[in-house]
């Protein structure tokens, strides 16, 4: 793999309602382990957090994560219903992977 990258790629789907907090702490644990079994790996998760980045990203800082949600150019409202829009979907790469994005366009 001499001129080759690799990376950690997920795709999440937090629930929402009664099983939120069971699928995020799942989904955390899981990160986790990867991050700690693969340190010098970028980490990249997109999907449906079904919550906003700011309160992810506390959930991060309180846990003590270094993951952080990827700024956006454009809408970042990915969910549409009626006149209900909200921005519940977000990639979320390791603190050191971020530097490595030019750019993340919805």
Same mark, same amino acid.
């Given at each position: 793999?001499?001129?080759?990258?690799?990376?950690?790629?997920?795709?999440?789907?937090?629930?929402?309602?009664?099983? =939120?907090?069971?699928?995020?702490?799942?989904?955390?644990?899981?990160?986790? =382990?990867?991050?700690?079994?693969?340190?010098?790996?970028?980490?990249?998760?997109?999907? @449906?957090?079904?919550?906003?980045?700011?309160?992810?990203?506390?959930?991060? %800082?309180?846990? =003590?994560?270094?993951?952080?949600?990827?700024?956006?150019?454009?809408?970042?409202?990915?969910?549409?219903?009626?006149?209900?829009?909200? %921005?519940? @979907?977000?990639?979320? $790469?390791?603190?050191?992977?971020?530097?490595?994005?030019?750019?993340?366009? $919805?």
């Amino acid at each position: 793999l001499a001129n080759k990258k690799m990376l950690l790629l997920g795709s999440i789907y937090i629930p929402s309602g009664s099983l =939120r907090k069971e699928g995020l702490t799942n989904a955390l644990t899981s990160i986790s =382990r990867l991050l700690s079994k693969h340190p010098h790996l970028p980490l990249l998760c997109g999907g @449906d957090w079904n919550m906003s980045s700011t309160k992810l990203e506390q959930i991060f %800082a309180r846990k =003590r994560l270094p993951l952080v949600c990827v700024p956006v150019s454009g809408s970042n409202l990915t969910f549409h219903r009626g006149s209900m829009k909200s %921005a519940i @979907d977000f990639f979320v $790469v390791s603190q050191k992977t971020l530097p490595m994005i030019s750019r993340c366009r $919805v």
